[in-house]
């Protein structure tokens, strides 16, 4: 039996094809993954995302419990509605999973996670609680649904839509949120374009869904949303990292904080081991073929393999992230195995595009 | 489901369409395009080819995912649509249009296994 979000109902009204995402239920496409991607870049499109799980931390040690939980710093959370992009690591460094934080009150944080691993981090988070004896309550928030309204047009589609919007959340700057009413609006998202993505009660989602249809965005599937996160150069979790890989081997040595005295889960092990992998771009040059995950890449330094792999839209172009041995740079060209060929491909340093505007040189 | 009458079918979801001069054209089914979603890579074989029955001879990928275009009949290759390389996306737009190659069948008798439209409407319709 599949999961439901709460626009299940809206998907198949609208001619959705329907796939099982992580035991979810949801939609591809709605006709032409492409058209919904060039819809995001140009335009605005909308995706439900309710099967992510938001989870509320709630104790006055919240911010202490988290720095040590977070291998990034929730130290750089300082003003109320900041977001920050973190790992949580296994003691051995592995990523468990990768979520966004949202900093409220000093004893309010917001956490969201991925929908296949939700279970897994609430017991892994609910764990460390226990240890830490701090009088925390971790609260999943089942009872919210999640809309993420991305590109060029999509805030000002959402002021439409969604009445009294615009005052609460015109100010927003990147990567803040703020509460509005029931509704809980970030300026953040998935697809390297402009937007917000919108938590509210799941009893308002299919009332805002329409609205946002009606004001002009476009209905996007899961599948679009995965061309677009490539070409931003954002990792999917469980294919470009897992809990077999450290951050510092995924392109996510930024969201790693090392520098401050601050210990935290999986730091030990980081520091001990100096990573021989790294994640990187690459651009298909010749022809025969599509770069996809698993794919063998042939590099000078040994070989690696792809992560991510797809047709690129904005591009037209295929693209990916693969894991190589350390040491293979930017420019370099490396061969991948597709069918019974080797095919040159160029390491190009992510993102492919952001803001509509492609990124590495042709 | 668009199953033209005239035609025959694969269960590998590949039409068939007779010529006159003996040869088979052969292409994706409607159905084929619609599970694959948007076409984004088409290689075609070699012309003077020679293909077994049922075996791998193209590869269609769209935005998802690879897929092998099975040979329906032993034959040879005697012609390929060039014009699909470079734009794949007319499968999309209509398959039954845009045909991948023409084989020459090796037993022109192995045409009577293929399926008829109502045979391959249930095929497609089962999966």
């Known amino acids: ?362 | 489901m668009n199953v033209p009458a005239n035609l025959k079918y694969t269960e590998s979801h590949e039409w068939v369409r007779p010529e006159a001069d003996g040869t088979i054209t052969i292409g994706i089914t409607d159905h084929a395009q619609e599970a694959l979603g948007d076409l984004v890579f088409i290689e075609l074989p070699a012309v003077g080819r020679a293909a077994k029955a049922g075996e791998a001879i193209a590869v269609v990928e769209s935005v998802k995912a690879a897929s092998d275009i099975y040979a329906p009949v032993a034959g040879e290759v005697v012609a390929v649509n060039a014009e699909l390389a470079d734009a794949p996306e007319k499968v999309n737009a209509d398959a039954y249009a845009h045909w991948f190659y023409k084989l020459k069948p090796t037993n022109a008798a192995d045409l009577g296994k293929l399926l008829d439209a109502a045979a391959y409407t249930k095929v497609a319709g089962e999966g």
């Open chain 1, 1 to 362: 039996m599949f999961k439901h979000t709460p626009l299940n109902a809206a998907h198949r009204t609208a001619g959705a094809k329907m796939v099982d995402f992580g035991g979810w239920e949801m939609p591809v496409n709605y006709g032409s993954q492409i058209e919904e991607h060039h819809a995001v870049r140009r335009d605005a499109g909308m995706f439900d995302v309710s099967h992510m799980l938001a989870v509320d931390l709630t104790g006055a040690g919240a911010r202490a419990f988290l720095r040590y939980a977070l291998a990034n710093n929730v130290d750089k959370l300082a003003q109320a509605g900041k977001a920050l992009y973190s790992c949580l690591l296994r003691l051995d460094g592995g990523v468990l999973d990768d979520l966004i934080v949202y900093f409220m009150r000093e004893d309010a944080f917001r956490i969201v996670v991925n929908a296949a691993t939700a279970d897994k981090d609430l017991a892994w988070l609910g764990a460390l609680l226990t240890e830490s004896e701090a009088g925390l309550s971790l609260k999943p928030r089942r009872d919210l649904a999640m809309i993420a309204v991305q590109g060029p047009r999509a805030r000002e589609k959402v002021w439409q839509a969604l009445p009294g919007s615009r005052a609460a959340s015109e100010a927003l700057k990147p990567f803040f949120a703020t509460e509005f009413g029931e509704f809980f609006i970030a300026r953040t998202g998935y697809t390297g374009e402009d937007g917000f993505e919108i938590t509210l009660p799941a009893t308002r989602a299919a009332s805002l869904w329409n609205a946002l249809a009606a004001a002009g965005v476009r209905l996007c599937g899961l599948g679009a949303r995965d061309t677009l996160r490539l070409e931003a150069g954002m990792n999917l979790y469980g294919q470009d990292m897992t809990e077999s890989e450290n951050p510092l081997e995924s392109g996510l040595a930024w969201t790693v904080d090392l520098a401050s005295s601050r210990d935290f889960v999986g730091k030990t092990a980081l520091v001990a081991a100096p990573p021989t992998r790294a994640l990187v771009g690459l651009v298909l040059v010749d022809k025969g073929g599509i770069l996809r995950s698993h794919q063998k890449v042939v590099t000078a330094k040994g070989d690696g393999e792809i992560t991510s792999g797809t047709f690129s839209p904005t591009l037209g172009k295929s693209i990916a992230l693969a894991r190589v041995p350390v040491g293979i740079a930017s420019g370099d060209t490396v061969a991948v195995e597709i069918r019974d060929r080797k095919l040159n491909a160029r390491v190009v340093k992510p993102p492919f595009v952001r803001n509509g505007a492609v990124l590495v040189k042709e």
